[in-house]
């Protein structure tokens, strides 16, 4: 079976500059994520779909972050304009399904990352 | 900010000797994840706890959910060197269903 999949794996902007990223989830997942992480933190969730509604995007810093997953199945994260502090990794992640269901298939995989670095 | 506190940050431990972290959350959760990520890696799932006072284990590695599903511990027993990594906990709120994770405890075998 495919893992997720992620592009570009890296990528080195300047300051005020835009950015896209795409992700690619395990087929028949229903549920995808997005997260930052920051060098030495856990995981923080931007945007959470499920299909292609958005479930949960309450950390999204919306001024500059957008994300769309228009068809349900792959996902693009936008940063417009990127700051110093956007510097982390990327990760996407797709689960089978998600939100409260208590059962196994809330089981989170995640893609490769792609590393950010704004100067 | 992060609701889920996570310790300790980091863990020195000798190879063989035990290793523990634990996660407290300030609000009950519906249920409570683990996962390991290794250096310049992703997260990996390791098990999902969702009953009250559950215990789960897989080999070396004992996973717990407290009574009122507000903390959670995993526990290693003889670390080896391919333990060594980052253990997160990611909770789901009972409130809004929103995964909290925790800052993570990172696995560092002395040499």
């Known amino acids: 079976e495919a893992g997720v999949a992620q592009s570009p794996r890296y990528k080195i902007i300047e300051k005020r500059q835009s950015v896209a990223f795409w992700c690619n989830p395990i087929?028949?997942?229903?549920?995808l994520y997005w997260y930052q992480q920051i060098l030495g933190q856990g995981p923080k969730l931007l945007i959470q779909?499920?299909?292609?509604?958005?479930?949960?995007d309450s950390q999204l810093p919306k001024d500059r972050f957008s994300a769309e997953r228009l068809k349900g199945v792959d996902s693009t994260l936008k940063i417009q304009p990127a700051k110093l502090e956007d510097s982390a990794v990327y990760l996407c992640a797709s689960s089978l399904v998600g939100g409260g269901l208590a059962g196994d298939d809330n089981e989170q995989f995640f893609g490769p990352g792609t590393r950010l670095t704004v100067l | 900010g992060q609701q889920v506190m996570q310790i300790p940050q980091y863990q020195h431990v000798q190879e063989g000797e035990d290793f523990t972290t634990y996660c407290n959350s300030s609000?009950?959760?519906?249920?409570i994840q683990w996962y390991k990520q290794r250096p310049g890696g992703h997260p990996v799932f390791l098990i999902q706890l969702v009953k009250s006072g559950e215990v789960k284990k897989q080999k070396r590695l004992t996973f717990q959910f407290g009574e009122a599903k507000k903390n959670s511990s995993l526990h290693i027993t003889a670390t080896q060197t391919t333990d060594v990594g980052t253990y997160f906990c990611a909770g789901l709120r009972s409130s809004n269903y929103q995964l909290i994770w925790g800052a993570g405890t990172k696995l560092i075998i002395k040499p």
């Open positions: 609000t009950t959760l519906s249920n």
């Open positions: 779909f499920q299909n292609n509604g958005v479930v949960d």
């Open positions: 087929s028949g997942h229903a549920t």
